[in-house]
């Protein structure tokens, strides 16, 4: 395997660069595009099963919300006979022998039938309404030519339901009941038992059957998917009705019939002889009853598969047109060209520590050489410079230190504490006092590296006059080990960062937020983490975040992130370049910044020598 592997790479290093570049370009083409094409058809074919889903799930919840609000309707109709002291009589009256053929008067038949009727009236959905007396006579609004007015209905699966719910309304399936003399079509029924109000004995049951179109005229502004298939079930997946298109096949339609969903609202996909289906489930904890959508997966992608062809199409086009070019144009450009010019890009971003293989013997591999040899000495150049331009830097900023009389600072800023006493303005007070904390943390210590409580002391200051300008909004929890406090810093490391959290973290959330400084021993290193509860960053937001702590920025942009880069700088510098910032954090979440220093106590030569 190797010896093939090196007799390839023996083979291509000694192949001119026309035909390295048709190879590369071939491939460097062909590859990429293929995959955005798959990519880019799976990206798409889930946006539209996603999309389809949620406009699904709201119409079949918006069906079920509908079609519980039809079934109240029919639930508060089967409570009216109680409300009604002439039915409950009569029914009382024939409730005393259980299926003895007495037939009732004709007022009390009239008396009925007007009731119902006027209980069905313009309830077009309503087929019928029976009043079944304890005696089997049934009362009716339905014409007595298709009715059996004596029936036996105990033997009935739905008389035995109603029995079982005591009272209660239930909601039952597709059936055809036996009182009726037609061969008619399947309907559904609401049905309770109706009790005498003042003894709770059983005197009747009402049952009202319900058309099918009940259903139809809620699904008459839906749209189906072509293929698809509408269930309305029970919570024993008993069948109530059924919308399926005119082009799904009999057998798959009998087996979506077949299968069984929870009770309770959700999305999932189903396979059923080799083809998927979207299924929507919405349970309604009303009725008890399921609205399920089969959404054939195939029919939503018919457009995605026209768009898929004719991408496919487009890139065949593309590849014979860019390899004839290629295979024309190839001895202007190279793979080795590329990838030192790649690097070169590098280079010119900051990123001198780059370097590139050396593949072959001829020009681009000399030229390889040159650039490998040229960024190293250019790293080690501007390494060189950056540490005199620190120095140079520093030493400015004791000359400018020197010129600024404290005590004239720390006077000037007592005078205003003193007439913000005698204002009674105590806040100004406190800030100005803890103004002149953080100057003389400033402007008094030209050390480099500070004990770790001088630095927390700063931030303190630092911090208790940001709470004054965000009051209660803005919170601080310090979170020190005792065993730490007396190890060396960098000066104004902490600062920058707690500054960071509150501007581009908790300063902007209307219920403000907060900011955790914590120091722990690991090991022989310190950990320092400056933590916020603030708007956060996403995994691409910290990735760039990162790559601007070594990269120059661009001329002419705004100087984000300077403070950041900097401290990242002191730190390479000083402590070398395994110790630098580390972010975590995610959106929502806030953002957390944590600094690694080997710990170094107080012992006055060891600090200075380190120090200097």
Same mark, same amino acid.
């Given at each position: 395997?190797?010896?093939?592997?090196?007799?390839?790479?023996?083979?291509?290093?000694?192949? =001119?660069?026309?035909?390295?570049?048709?190879?590369?370009?071939?491939?460097?083409? !062909?590859?990429?595009?293929?995959?955005?094409?798959?990519?880019?058809?799976?990206?798409?074919?889930?946006?539209?099963?996603?999309?389809?889903?949620?406009?699904?799930?709201?119409?079949?919840?918006?069906?079920?919300?509908?079609?519980?609000?039809?079934?109240?309707?029919?639930?508060?109709?089967?409570?009216?006979?109680?409300?009604?002291? #002439?039915?409950?009589?009569?029914?009382?009256?024939?409730?005393?022998?259980?299926?003895? #053929?007495?037939?009732?008067?004709?007022?009390?038949?009239?008396?009925?039938?007007?009731?119902?009727?006027?209980?069905?009236?313009?309830?077009?959905?309503?087929?019928?309404?029976?009043?079944?007396?304890?005696?089997?006579?049934?009362?009716?609004?339905?014409?007595?030519?298709?009715?059996? /007015?004596?029936?036996?209905?105990?033997?009935?699966?739905?008389?035995?339901?109603?029995?079982?719910?005591?009272?209660?309304?239930?909601?039952?399936?597709?059936? $055809?009941?036996?009182?009726?003399?037609?061969?008619?079509? #399947?309907?559904?029924?609401?049905?309770?038992?109706?009790?005498?109000?003042?003894?709770?004995?059983?005197?009747?049951?009402?049952?009202?059957?319900?058309?099918?179109?009940?259903?139809?005229?809620?699904?008459?502004? !839906?749209?189906?998917?072509?293929?698809?298939?509408?269930? !309305?079930?029970?919570?024993?997946?008993?069948?109530?009705?059924?919308?399926?298109?005119?082009?799904?096949?009999?057998?798959?339609?009998?087996?979506?019939?077949?299968?069984?969903?929870?009770?309770?609202?959700? !999305?999932?996909?189903?396979?059923?002889?080799?083809?998927? /289906?979207?299924?929507?489930?919405?349970?309604?904890?009303?009725?008890?009853?399921?609205?399920?959508?089969?959404?054939?997966?195939?029919?939503?992608?018919?457009?995605?598969?026209?768009?898929?062809?004719?991408?496919?199409?487009?890139?065949?086009?593309?590849?014979?047109?860019?390899?004839?070019?290629?295979?024309?144009?190839?001895?202007?450009?190279?793979?080795?060209?590329?990838?030192?010019?790649?690097?070169?890009?590098?280079?010119?971003?900051?990123?001198?520590?780059?370097?590139?293989?050396?593949?072959?013997?001829?020009?681009?591999?000399?030229?390889?050489?040159?650039?490998?040899?040229?960024?190293?000495?250019?790293?080690?150049?501007?390494?060189?410079?950056?540490?005199?331009?620190?120095?140079?830097?520093?030493?400015?900023?004791?000359?400018?230190?020197?010129?600024?009389?404290?005590?004239?600072?720390?006077?000037?800023?007592?005078?205003?504490?003193?007439?913000?006493?005698?204002?009674?303005?105590?806040?100004?007070?406190?800030?100005?006092?803890?103004? =002149?904390?953080?100057?003389?943390?400033?402007?008094?210590?030209?050390?480099?590296?500070?004990?770790?409580?001088?630095?927390?002391?700063?931030?303190?200051?630092?911090?208790?006059?940001?709470?004054?300008?965000?009051?209660?909004?803005?919170?601080?929890?310090?979170?020190?080990?005792?065993?730490?406090?007396?190890?060396?810093?960098?000066?104004?490391?902490?600062?920058?960062?707690?500054?960071?959290?509150?501007?581009?973290?908790?300063?902007? $959330?209307?219920? =403000?937020?907060?900011?955790?400084?914590?120091?722990?021993?690991?090991?022989?290193?310190?950990?320092?983490?400056?933590?916020?509860?603030?708007?956060?960053?996403?995994?691409?937001?910290?990735?760039?975040?990162?790559?601007?702590?070594?990269?120059?920025?661009?001329?002419?942009?705004?100087?984000?992130?300077?403070?950041?880069?900097?401290?990242?700088?002191?730190?390479?510098?000083?402590? =070398?370049?395994?110790?630098?910032?580390?972010?975590?954090?995610?959106?929502?979440?806030?953002?957390?910044?944590?600094?690694?220093?080997?710990?170094?106590?107080?012992?006055?030569?060891?600090?200075?020598?380190?120090?200097?």
């Amino acid at each position: 395997m190797n010896r093939k592997k090196s007799t390839a790479v023996a083979f291509y290093s000694h192949l =001119g660069l026309r035909s390295k570049m048709l190879i590369i370009f071939i491939m460097i083409l !062909v590859i990429p595009l293929s995959l955005q094409g798959i990519l880019t058809y799976y990206e798409f074919s889930s946006t539209v099963e996603r999309r389809s889903a949620d406009y699904s799930t709201q119409i079949v919840g918006q069906i079920n919300r509908n079609l519980d609000r039809a079934l109240l309707e029919m639930q508060r109709l089967s409570l009216m006979p109680l409300y009604d002291t #002439q039915v409950l009589t009569i029914l009382d009256k024939y409730s005393q022998s259980q299926f003895v #053929q007495t037939r009732p008067t004709l007022a009390e038949m009239e008396k009925m039938f007007l009731y119902i009727s006027g209980s069905a009236y313009n309830r077009s959905e309503v087929k019928g309404i029976q009043i079944i007396a304890n005696n089997g006579f049934i009362f009716t609004n339905v014409d007595s030519s298709i009715m059996n /007015f004596y029936v036996d209905v105990r033997q009935e699966d739905w008389f035995r339901r109603v029995q079982v719910a005591d009272g209660a309304w239930v909601v039952i399936p597709q059936h $055809k009941p036996n009182y009726y003399n037609e061969s008619s079509q #399947q309907i559904f029924s609401i049905a309770r038992m109706i009790r005498q109000p003042d003894k709770n004995d059983v005197i009747g049951m009402i049952k009202i059957d319900l058309k099918l179109d009940v259903f139809r005229q809620i699904l008459s502004n !839906v749209k189906f998917e072509e293929k698809g298939s509408m269930l !309305v079930v029970n919570g024993q997946n008993e069948l109530l009705f059924e919308e399926s298109s005119s082009n799904l096949e009999p057998r798959l339609a009998e087996a979506l019939r077949g299968t069984q969903q929870p009770n309770e609202n959700a !999305v999932r996909d189903l396979v059923l002889d080799g083809r998927r /289906f979207l299924t929507i489930v919405d349970y309604s904890d009303y009725s008890g009853l399921k609205v399920i959508d089969f959404i054939p997966v195939d029919s939503l992608l018919s457009e995605t598969k026209k768009l898929r062809n004719f991408t496919i199409l487009i890139a065949v086009i593309f590849v014979v047109a860019a390899g004839i070019l290629s295979f024309i144009f190839s001895y202007h450009l190279s793979s080795p060209l590329i990838r030192l010019k790649q690097k070169m890009q590098l280079v010119e971003r900051g990123q001198f520590n780059q370097s590139v293989p050396v593949m072959s013997q001829d020009e681009i591999g000399q030229l390889s050489r040159g650039f490998n040899r040229m960024a190293e000495e250019i790293n080690h150049l501007i390494k060189e410079v950056y540490w005199i331009g620190l120095r140079e830097k520093e030493a400015e900023l004791a000359a400018l230190q020197s010129q600024i009389n404290p005590h004239f600072i720390y006077n000037t800023l007592e005078s205003i504490n003193m007439k913000a006493l005698e204002r009674e303005n105590y806040e100004v007070s406190d800030m100005v006092s803890t103004l =002149g904390q953080l100057m003389r943390y400033t402007v008094d210590h030209n050390d480099r590296l500070v004990l770790l409580e001088e630095e927390l002391a700063s931030v303190g200051s630092y911090a208790k006059i940001q709470q004054l300008r965000y009051g209660d909004r803005l919170r601080f929890i310090f979170d020190i080990e005792p065993d730490v406090s007396c190890a060396y810093v960098p000066k104004l490391l902490l600062q920058p960062l707690v500054e960071n959290s509150i501007f581009h973290g908790v300063g902007d $959330k209307p219920q =403000g937020g907060t900011i955790w400084i914590a120091a722990v021993r690991f090991g022989d290193d310190l950990l320092l983490t400056v933590r916020d509860d603030g708007i956060g960053m996403t995994e691409s937001q910290i990735e760039r975040l990162r790559l601007s702590l070594t990269s120059p920025l661009p001329d002419g942009e705004r100087k984000q992130g300077v403070a950041l880069r900097n401290i990242n700088q002191r730190l390479v510098l000083m402590f =070398g370049s395994s110790y630098e910032l580390q972010f975590d954090g995610s959106p929502g979440q806030g953002i957390a910044v944590t600094i690694t220093i080997p710990i170094t106590e107080r012992k006055s030569g060891d600090v200075q020598n380190f120090a200097g």
